[in-house]
């Protein structure tokens, strides 16, 4: 491999699925109950164990009834009530029995007359346990109700035995809704992968620890941190290495000697911010260009410098390393345009959406033959119209606040150096995944 590549985005993001692609088989699984499984990745396909509903079952307080009895003749007596988490007994050809929404149908009735439906529109007093059984007690219903009326069939949501979740699923609160009224109490998952985080330089500080001069806070590790976590990953975030080769290689060979008793290191993806471009103390660079990462620059702005490879350090195992650049909006955006694909693939996390979207201001300046990701706000447009989108901050890549107030990233592809208000434009949505 170019050891000092330049790299088109699409190039790179292969590069990055490339690294990656060993990871999901790597994984192996864990059983979590199901409360721990949100987010996680299902391992296997989950049989339904039991039908769903189990029974069939009423859908509305009333009368199980046999439905042409209604029609044919004089009314039907009232049985006993029906509890709710019993068996049913058989019901007496004549004869409506009052039932709870939720209360199994019992054989031989065919359909369900709501209470309201029926004259009195209210359940007589014997029906609560508020008086003893009445077999006089008599009740008017409709005459025509059509067999299999609010009748919730076993089955009916899902059989015994089908396809209930897909292995590959990142699972929902609906999914293990699903799960847990299957009966099923824990789940087999993936893995959650783990990630080291590494931020550089002796400008930057951890947050709340006090500034010396020429100082600034460390943005990188809460930001990527957070992306990684939002995306099922366990990641440990090892601090900030100063802007020496050995103190960026102790930190590193701490972090990544081998867990005891395994003999594996136990990370997925090393990743670090900053130190990799042009300067004199560029740590990451001159510390790993000699153990199999390269690096480069990639045509995009922001997120042009970049490395990667597969880290070798004695005693520790091979593992997948990713390089990004310091400044805060150029980590965001490697990790969206460069990282997160590679996640969608292996891990089922969702892809971020690209909409088309009319500019409400032009822009310039885009550099020529990079695609630049300006921050922008998209609002969509009503009716089926295209959005709106308009750019905030500027195109530099120390803009937080900017980055923080935007929904989206304009894609300004790598052959067009500026565009018109009006003009359609391609935008990656930031936001919540839909
Ligand atoms: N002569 C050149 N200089 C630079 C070039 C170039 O091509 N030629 N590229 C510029 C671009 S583009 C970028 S991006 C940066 C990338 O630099 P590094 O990855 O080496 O990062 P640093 O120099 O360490 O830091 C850059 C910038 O970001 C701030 N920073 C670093 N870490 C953090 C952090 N954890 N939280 C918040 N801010 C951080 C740092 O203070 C710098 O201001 O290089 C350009 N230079
Ligand atoms: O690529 Mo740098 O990320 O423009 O600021």
Redesign the pocket.
């Known amino acids: 491999m170019d050891h000092s590549f330049r790299r088109t985005v699409g190039e790179h993001r292969d590069a990055v699925r490339a690294l990656l692609s060993a990871l999901a088989p790597a994984l192996g699984t864990e059983t979590v109950p199901l409360a721990a499984a949100a987010g996680r990745i299902l391992a296997a396909d989950l049989r339904a164990p039991r039908s769903l509903p189990p029974f069939d079952n009423s859908q509305m307080d009333g009368y199980a009834v046999r439905a042409a009895e209604l029609a044919a003749g004089p009314g039907p007596t009232l049985a006993r009530p029906i509890p709710a988490g019993a068996d049913a007994p058989f019901l007496e050809p004549g004869t409506a029995a009052p039932i709870m929404t939720g209360a199994m149908l019992p054989r031989g009735a065919d359909a369900v007359v709501p209470v309201e439906a029926t004259d009195p529109p209210s359940f007589p007093a014997f029906v609560a346990g508020d008086a003893p059984y009445d077999a006089d007690a008599r009740v008017a219903f409709p005459s025509a109700v059509p067999a299999g009326q609010f009748v919730r069939a076993a089955g009916s949501d899902i059989a015994a035995g089908a396809t209930a979740l897909r292995a590959g699923t990142r699972l929902r609160a609906t999914h293990l809704g699903l799960a847990a009224a299957l009966g099923v109490a824990g789940l087999g998952v993936l893995r959650r992968p783990r990630a080291l985080l590494l931020s550089t330089g002796d400008e930057v500080a951890a947050p709340g620890a006090p500034l010396g001069p020429g100082q600034i806070h460390d943005a990188n590790t809460t930001l990527l941190a957070v992306l990684l976590a939002d995306a099922g990953w366990e990641v440990r975030a090892a601090g900030i290495s100063a802007d020496s080769v050995g103190a960026f290689g102790d930190a590193l060979a701490r972090e990544l000697a081998p867990v005891a008793g395994s003999g594996e290191a136990g990370y997925d993806l090393v990743l670090t911010s900053g130190g990799i471009s042009k300067g004199a103390f560029e740590v990451v660079r001159l510390a790993l260009c000699a153990r199999g990462v390269d690096f480069g620059s990639v045509a ?6 970049q490395g990667a490879g597969l880290l070798e350090l004695p005693g520790a195992r091979p593992t997948p390393f990713l390089a990004f ?1 310091g ?1 805060p ?2 980590s965001f ?1 490697s990790f969206e345009l460069l990282l997160r694909p590679a996640l969608s693939d292996l891990l089922g996390l969702p892809p971020r959406r690209v909409v088309e979207a009319r500019l409400a201001e032009g822009i310039g300046a885009s550099p020529a033959g990079k695609l630049q990701a300006l921050r922008a706000v998209f609002s969509p447009g009503g009716a089926g119209g295209a959005g709106e989108i308009r750019p905030v901050g500027g195109p ?2 120390h803009l937080l606040h900017a980055l923080a107030s935007a929904n989206a990233l304009i894609l300004v592809p790598a052959g067009t150096t500026a565009a018109s208000a009006g003009d359609t434009v391609e935008a990656l949505l930031i936001g919540e995944n839909p």
């Open positions: 995009m702005q922001p997120g042009g410098p650049p400044n909006v150029s955006v530099a890549s």
